[in-house]
């Protein structure tokens, strides 16, 4: 049973332009919420989290929203760059920061020029 | 540049042996955890390490188990190998236990294991 579901393996979007990447959970008990991004060949790299009890953190071009009611969070990337194309995974935690994540299967985000 | 490294960087085993794989955290970082990553899928938890004391497991085999270190260092043991194992092994490191902590954790780049 997946807890952490991220529906669309694949997205396209052109450079300058908004990246919505989505993704649903459905434990209600997680409390903490964070996008990785993750290259071929590497770890995944820490992007941005969310605390449950906020509705929206901001860094930069990257801002996650949190819609508790929904089970639904979603990653924004605006303007979206070339540089951006990855595999974006949201993961969710029931222990704060530090507990054990639960990772969606990702999504492939393709930024064209 | 996350200061988590892993080793071997890829690795090729037969079907029955055993592995050892090794990460080595940023100083500081007293939690490490344990990650496997089958092909398009995410990250799978395996367990988590804190003071050197298994704090946390997820849903794999006894015959997956670990050990942390001082040093800050840390192994993933799998032994009886199985072709299903085959898989990138991750781990991540982080700063503390506190729940209320908003640090992150932070991942080495993986080792590649291929089971034959």
């Known amino acids: 049973d997946q807890q952490v579901k991220q529906n669309s393996p694949s997205l396209s979007v052109q450079e300058g332009r908004i990246s919505i990447l989505n993704c649903d959970y459905t434990?209600?008990?997680?409390?903490?919420f964070l996008w990785y991004k993750k290259y071929p060949a590497e770890g995944p790299t820490f992007l941005i989290s969310i605390s449950s009890i906020k509705d929206k953190n901001e860094d930069g071009r990257f801002t996650v929203f949190l819609n508790k009611s929904a089970k639904h969070l979603s990653l924004h990337i605006v303007p979206s760059q070339p540089g951006d194309s990855a595999v974006y995974f949201c993961?969710?935690?029931?222990?704060?920061?530090?507990?054990?994540?639960?990772f969606g299967k990702g999504t492939k985000l393709s930024v064209k020029p | 540049e996350t200061g988590v490294t892993q080793s071997p960087t890829h690795l090729i085993k037969t079907r029955g042996q055993q592995v050892t794989l090794r990460c080595s955290s940023q100083s500081g970082h007293n939690t490490v955890s344990w990650y496997q990553q089958a092909l398009g899928q995410g990250p799978q938890f395996i367990f988590q390490y804190y003071r050197e004391e298994e704090n946390g497991r997820g849903n794999f085999p006894p015959r997956f188990s670990g050990l942390q270190f001082p040093n800050y260092s840390s192994e993933l043991n799998v032994n009886a190998l199985e072709l299903d194992d085959s898989a990138l092994y991750l781990c991540?490191?982080?700063?503390?236990?506190?729940?209320?902590?908003?640090?992150?954790?932070?991942f080495g780049p993986g080792t590649r294991l291929t089971v034959l």
């Open positions: 991540a490191s982080s700063t503390g236990q506190d729940r209320s902590s908003t640090d992150t954790q932070y």
């Open positions: 993961a969710a935690s029931k222990g704060g920061s530090q507990g054990n994540l639960i």
């Open positions: 434990n209600s008990m997680f409390d903490y």
